[in-house]
């Protein structure tokens, strides 16, 4: 089973594709723009929309089995106002699992022009937890792998 966390943008799927494919060292496995669905959209597209992101798909590097797919909404060909411009916010992204070191290396990667809702630091005596919000308006909550020190 593949699992895709699909982000649907106002106009940014292209600075988020550059952004979190950089973070996360992903293959774009599929980019289609809005200009290559004319037959779908016809005039509605614009010499400003046309190279908006339809689809992206990013496989990531070490998640075999998660991808991420981003989208422009389509609400900007149809409306004249900023009517869906903050549907992102209840969006919450977790990933669980990380090292210490790898949890400070996508918060700070992902702090670029973010705000952090909590600094990663210990949360139980032994793992770790970070939250911010990237500069897209997704928020990323981290978590490190927990070890119990049971015997």
């Known amino acids: 089973m593949n699992f895709a ?5 106002y106009g940014d799927g ?15 496995v599929e980019l ?3 200009a ?12 400003e929309t046309e190279h908006y992101v339809y689809r992206v798909v ?3 590097k070490g998640f075999s089995q998660m991808r991420i797919v981003i989208s ?8 004249d106002d900023d009517t869906n411009k903050g549907n992102r916010d209840n969006i919450i992204i977790e990933i669980n699992d990380l090292d210490d070191i ?14 952090s809702n909590k600094a990663p630091s210990k949360t139980d005596g032994q793992s ?3 939250s911010l919000i990237d500069k897209f308006g997704i928020c990323w909550n981290l978590y490190s792998k927990f070890t119990s020190t049971e015997a």
């Not at 292209?14 to 774009?28: G, P």
Request: aromatic share 12%.
């Open 5 to 9: 966390l699909c982000l649907t943008l």
């Open 32 to 34: 289609i723009e809005f």
């Open 58 to 60: 990013l496989e990531l």
């Open 14 to 28: 292209k600075k988020a594709l550059e952004f979190y494919n950089r973070i996360f060292e992903s293959t774009i």
């Open 36 to 47: 290559d669905k004319r037959d779908i959209f016809g005039e509605m597209i614009s010499k």
């Open 128 to 130: 770790l937890h970070g």
């Open 72 to 79: 422009d909404s389509p609400s900007i060909l149809f409306c």
């Open 102 to 115: 790898t949890i400070h290396e996508i918060y700070n990667a992902l702090m670029e022009d973010g705000k």
